[in-house]
């Protein structure tokens, strides 16, 4: 995504989640902004009141992404917590949509608005229409390159490819195999999640020596389940000759799931990675139908996006440039503790 090295340490995994411990459970005093460290694990569970109720326009990318729609409930939560307004808006991923919403947004006399841009560079004139207002913006989930703004929390999601990568290089010295054959289940075309995921994939096994080791075939499912079904059904009737299935997203490994449960191919074709977090993956993957998934966490993104916008409002001025949320790479050996975090989050 192009984000620069934090100026602050990366923020180590949610150590208090995997206690399930949320703020409604903490018994301390709301906080005060200065008083916030930022570097703290879970640092976006300290409860927060706002100084006063702040008015603050929130702009999703496709809320009816699995993924968006637990950022936008842990974004509706702590804006609840700290006593602010919300205006939101849905961009469903188009950055012309984007820019009409943020303008009427910023009609609205927002104070501040927090920002999950819809791409790199079109979401750019967005964030300058927010700057010519004079209004703040802060980015969350997703940085756009262009524009002021004062910070952004989320995870650097060349991580997330990375991750899917190395996974897929363990796969390949332990097949024992000359070459692989793979289904590769990408979300929306020119989304930005999904091209960075793609990116990490590929250099990774580049660096690995195994770019020409893995035969590919990719297919667009949209981030979701019902088209990764379909989708899925549709190659493997024309082959069954695969060894595993990847996806940038946990819907569409589930609905990958479904299509090699359909063919009778569970087992044979593996269900060896995507990046998410879901319960329904995570269930997968304790009964052993997937193997693995990269979580990212929208209560860190989405809390801490809100919060953050509400702590400059409330002038802290002394906010790192970013702040950085990491993946956790998900199998059987963890499963249980990510369990805990992923039936909070989406409310199962």
């Known amino acids: 995504m192009g984000i620069l090295q934090s100026i602050r340490p990366a923020i180590a995994a949610a150590s208090l989640f995997a206690l399930g411990v949320t703020a409604s459970s903490v018994s301390l005093a709301p906080a005060r902004a200065e008083t916030v460290d930022v570097t703290k694990d879970s640092w976006w569970l300290t409860p927060y009141k706002a100084s006063k109720p702040w008015t603050i326009g929130v702009s999703y990318t496709d809320t009816s992404i699995s993924y968006i729609a637990a950022l936008q ?3 509706q939560a702590k804006a609840k917590e700290m006593g602010v307004k919300i205006i939101e808006v849905d961009a469903k991923n188009d950055t012309n949509v984007e820019l009409a919403n943020v303008e009427s947004l910023l009609q609205q006399h927002i104070d501040l608005l927090l920002l999950e841009g819809a791409s790199l560079k079109a979401s750019v004139a967005s964030i300058e229409a927010a700057n010519n207002a004079k209004v703040p913006v802060v980015h969350f989930n997703i940085l756009a390159e262009g524009g002021e703004y004062v910070t952004f929390v989320g995870s650097n999601q060349i991580d997330s490819g990375n991750e ?3 996974e897929i290089v363990k796969l390949y010295k332990q097949a024992g195999k000359p070459k692989l054959k793979g289904i590769y289940m990408r979300g929306i075309a020119g989304y930005i999640t999904d091209e960075i995921r793609n990116k990490g994939v590929k250099d990774t096994l580049k660096e690995a020596g195994l770019a020409d080791k893995i035969e590919w075939t ?13 989708v899925a059904e549709s190659i493997l009737a024309k082959s069954q000759d695969y ?9 569409m490994i589930l609905g990958a799931l ?36 990269i979580f990212q966490n929208p209560e860190g993104q989405g809390e801490g996006g809100i919060m953050l916008a509400a702590m400059y409002l409330d002038g802290d001025k002394s906010l790192p440039k970013q702040i950085l949320i990491p993946f956790v790479p998900t199998d059987k050996s963890n499963v249980a503790d990510i369990m805990k975090i992923a039936n909070r989050v989406y409310g199962k």
């Open 258 to 293: 479904g299509a090699v449960k359909a063919a009778g191919l569970l087992g044979k074709v593996l269900l060896y990675t995507s990046v998410d977090g879901l319960p329904e993956t995570l269930d997968a993957i304790k009964a052993g139908e997937i193997v693995s998934t």
């Open 73 to 75: 409930k842990a974004v």
């Open 218 to 230: 990719e297919q667009y499912a949209d981030f979701s389940r019902a088209k990764a079904q379909s």
């Open 243 to 251: 060894d595993f299935v990847i996806a940038n997203g946990d819907d």
């Open 164 to 166: 899917m990568g190395k």
